[in-house]
Structure formats: C-alpha cells, structure tokens
C-alpha cells in the first residue's frame, strides 16, 4: 500500500547549522508533497510544500528538494535557530484524492 | 474564520464507556479524516471520508466507528474505549485541487481512558 518513509527520527543541531530531514515515498503517482511543523501540545501547520512539477522550492531559510525518479524528498533548515525545535512531518498524496499519507515524524531539537 | 473545530479538547473517560469526538469544518471541504498521535509513530489515520456517506478504514481502525451525515460533521465514536486508545486525536477536513492539497487540522483531542 501507499507509504512514506522519513528520517531520522531525532535529529540535534547546533544553533546556526544546518538540518536535513528526508522522505521517500512509495506510490508513484503523488505528486504534491508538503511539510508539517508541530510544536508540542499544538496542531501540525504547514510549511511548505512542493509540487511535482518542480524539483526545488525555497521559502527564507527553508526549502526542499523533489527527486521523482528515486521517489525521494526533502526538507533543509539553513541557520536553525531555538524556535525551530519542534517536530516535522512530511507527507504525500495524490491532489486529486485529497488525501495525505504521513511519514513517522522527525523530532528535531536546535541546541543553544 | 475557516476552521476545523474539535470538541472536547481534553477528556478523561473509564474503561467501557462510549464517547464520542465530534469534528466540524466550515469551509465545505469534501474530505475529512481522523488520525491518532502517540509517541514514535507519527500519525496515524483511523478512518476518512470523501463526502457524505462515503466512509472508509485507515490505517489503524479497530475500536473506532465514524458517521458522515452531514457534509460539516465528521465524529469519532470510542463505542467501548480501552486504555490503548489514550492517544492524541486530530481530525482534519482538506480539498483538493489542481496540485495542491488545502488540509486544515483541528486543535487536537487529548484521551485518557482509565
């Protein structure tokens, strides 16, 4: 069946580094793919998103990458700060099912 | 405001005692779906529906029944909750079109089943 892959689970950066969190897909006919941030106790927002139609997207300090042919992509936070700790999800679905299918989660913690 | 408004936010219950989760969106959002949250395992769906009376299981269905009457209304009923259903809830309404999914999240329902 339709599943999404995404890793690592826990990822701890250094306050100004760089975070790279990845996803492969396994349905080969979704072609939007979006990123959720969510803070603790709170609902999952979105962040950004990528259509397949475009390999790359950016967004300030974040962006991401869409490889279709590995059924792969992914998200990069550029000078990470404090309040980016929190935990991402990315997700991929088929637009016209209106229906998301979520990797397991990466809980990212940005150290002073 | 366009919204997904869950209801209770938060809910302490005893083993065996049905309860139910309602959901409702105003944005005339075709589908609308469960997920549970637990520690580790990211999200997970229960149940979705693509529009009234058409429901469907997800991923993690057992225990759990959904209704679809009304284009809005989507609740979660727990007929008989057990303590492996203390998890985090969110019901999510979305619309599709072109290449692009509008998904809208509610603020989440918080059970303990005791």
């Known amino acids: 069946g339709e599943n999404v892959e995404q890793h690592p689970s826990t990822l701890s950066v250094q306050e100004g580094d760089s975070a790279v969190i990845k996803c492969t897909y396994s349905?080969?006919?979704?072609?939007?793919f979006p990123w959720y941030k969510q803070e603790l106790g709170k609902r999952p927002q979105l962040i950004i998103d990528?259509?397949?139609?475009?390999g790359e997207k950016k967004d300030q300090r974040i962006a991401v990458t869409l490889n279709k042919t590995a059924k792969h992509f992914s998200l990069h936070i550029t000078e990470t700060q404090p309040e980016d700790s929190a935990v991402y999800f990315c997700?991929?679905?088929?637009?016209?099912?209106?229906?998301?299918?979520f990797g397991q989660g990466t809980t990212l913690q940005v150290k002073p | 405001e366009a919204q997904v408004t869950q209801n209770p936010r938060y809910l302490i219950t005893v083993t065996g005692k049905k309860l139910t989760v309602t959901c409702s969106q105003n944005?005339?959002?075709?589908?609308m779906s469960w997920y549970r949250q637990d520690p580790g395992l990211g999200l997970r769906q229960i149940y979705y529906?693509?529009?009234?009376?058409?429901?469907d299981k997800g991923d993690v269905p057992e225990g759990y029944k959904v209704s679809r009457k009304e284009k809005r209304n989507f609740p979660l009923i727990l007929e008989s909750p057990s303590p492996n259903q203390t998890s985090l809830y969110f019901c999510?309404?979305?619309?599709?079109?072109?290449?692009?999914?509008?998904?809208?999240f509610g603020s989440g329902t918080r059970l303990t089943v005791v």
């Open positions: 999510a309404s979305s619309f599709a079109r072109d290449l692009y999914v509008d998904y809208t």
């Open positions: 349905d080969s006919a979704s072609n939007y």
């Open positions: 990528i259509r397949s139609n475009v």
């Open positions: 997700a991929a679905s088929r637009s016209n099912t209106g229906k998301l299918i």
């Open positions: 944005m005339n959002h075709e589908y």
């Open positions: 529906s693509m529009n009234v009376e058409v429901t």
